[in-house]
């Protein structure tokens, strides 16, 4: 009988290579939020992966990057911080997009962690050729010695269970699961919801607001007189403008965020829920320590 393992995986790569969509896509439910902005992972999230013979804890981070603001700082040292302690890196390369300078920093990051494994995840098999995939399985496998290289396609689900077995072959074994069968994350209802609304408010704004976007939930409140979960939450910008933009021409934007926001919450909740938001601002939060603080960061 294979013997039992279980351990610690994160995804590293730069923003937007899929790694949240590929963490959601092996737990099976959403507990990474997803967009086409960069940087839309701030936190460590963990996602849990059940199997008969092993249990994976997906650490997803923020992606590394060259930080521009004390936010980025914070965030590069929230991934490292990670991944001195994981057991095996997987390191995420599109494979649709050559590897560039991005590619290489990170690449370099990981001789600082010799205790973990290093495996490379080229993702996105769906969005490209087969020759071009080829291209870049030959590009990754020259970065360094990897305990395996695994193309994948998490939209698809192509490959999701060779990737499951490879990474579980590198754990540490365990005498039983590190977590109870039935969970899928370690976040608490708060921070996902949160999350959620986050998601909802990145969807289609400019490209300098998404950085500029922090969502704390206030309160929630039980209605006694209904089945219904009031949630109170702020979204804090960094300007004046941009709280415009989020609001929308007579609200609208704002509205959509949070009919967007509470399907996603209702779903994850499974009953009704009321949503409140309201926008404040925070100015230049991202450079403010005592603002970062104050925002979870």
């Known amino acids: 009988m294979a013997e039992y393992r279980a351990g610690f995986v994160s995804f590293v790569g730069r923003p937007n290579v899929g790694k949240s969509t590929l963490t959601n896509a092996l737990v099976g439910e959403k507990v990474a939020i997803t967009s ?3 940087q839309t992972t701030r936190r460590a999230i963990r996602g849990i992966v059940h199997r008969d013979h092993g249990q994976l804890i997906l650490v997803d981070t923020p992606g590394l990057h060259r930080p521009r603001t004390l936010l980025g700082e914070r965030l590069n040292s929230l991934v490292q911080s990670t991944l ?3 057991d095996v890196i997987a390191f ?3 494979a649709n997009e050559p590897i560039g300078p991005g590619d290489r920093f990170i690449n370099e990051q990981l001789d ?3 205790r973990a494994k290093k495996v490379a995840v080229v993702t996105k098999t769906d969005a490209t050729s087969k020759s071009k995939i080829a291209e870049q399985l030959l590009a990754v496998s020259e970065l ?3 305990a395996a290289i695994v193309p994948v396609s998490a939209p698809e689900g192509d490959q999701l269970e060779v990737l499951v077995d490879e990474l579980l072959t590198l754990l540490p074994e365990s005498s039983q699961p590190l977590y109870p069968a039935e969970t899928t994350t370690d976040e608490d209802t708060s921070e996902r919801i949160a999350e959620f609304i986050r ?3 990145l969807e289609g704004v400019t490209d300098e607001l998404p950085h500029s976007i922090a969502v704390v939930v206030d309160d929630m409140v039980e209605r006694e007189d209904k089945d219904l979960l009031e949630i109170y939450a702020n979204l804090y910008v960094e300007r004046d403008s941009q709280k415009g933009i989020i609001i929308g021409k007579g609200g609208a934007r704002l509205r959509e965020v949070g009919a967007t926001a509470r399907a996603q919450i209702e779903g994850l ?3 009704k829920v009321y949503l409140a938001l309201h926008i404040k601002v925070a100015k230049d939060w991202q450079r403010d320590p005592k603002q970062l603080g104050r925002l979870g960061f």
């Open 36 to 38: 086409s902005k960069p």
């Open 199 to 201: 998601e909802a408010a």
């Open 144 to 146: 360094r010695e990897w």
């Open 269 to 271: 909740l499974g009953r």
């Open 112 to 114: 600082q962690y010799p």
């Open 92 to 94: 995420c390369v599109p």
């Open 84 to 86: 001195g302690d994981v």
